[in-house]
């Protein structure tokens, strides 16, 4: 595969923030993933890139799924909560990566 070289600045923007639930801390120490909340229209070579480029660790693989915001009421009119994008980022064998910002 080529190295295709992607915007900094995009790189920067594509991950929104880390997802902290039961089930991504359940799914990060079954499989060395870690899960984000991305943009929407964020590719997966993309997504790679910015996780090796802000964590500086190497990434195996990149897993997204879209889901669709939850219908609300708020009051007499519906609303809806945005749609979310969110990728599982597989990492090497031997990598980690620390998101709690404590120094190692």
């Known amino acids: 595969m080529s190295t295709v070289k ?23 120490e079954k499989s060395n993933a870690v899960t984000f909340k991305v943009l929407q229209n964020a590719t997966k070579p993309e997504i790679k890139a910015a996780v090796e480029l802000m964590f500086k660790v190497e990434v195996k693989g990149v897993s997204v799924v879209n889901i669709k915001g939850k219908s609300k009421r708020f009051g007499r009119s519906m609303g809806r909560r945005d749609h979310l994008r969110k990728a599982y980022v597989t990492l090497k064998p031997g990598q980690e990566l620390n998101l709690s910002g404590e120094a190692a």
């Open 6 to 28: 992607y915007d900094e600045g995009r790189l920067m923007q594509v991950l929104v923030a880390p997802i902290v639930s039961e089930k991504a801390t359940m799914v990060g």
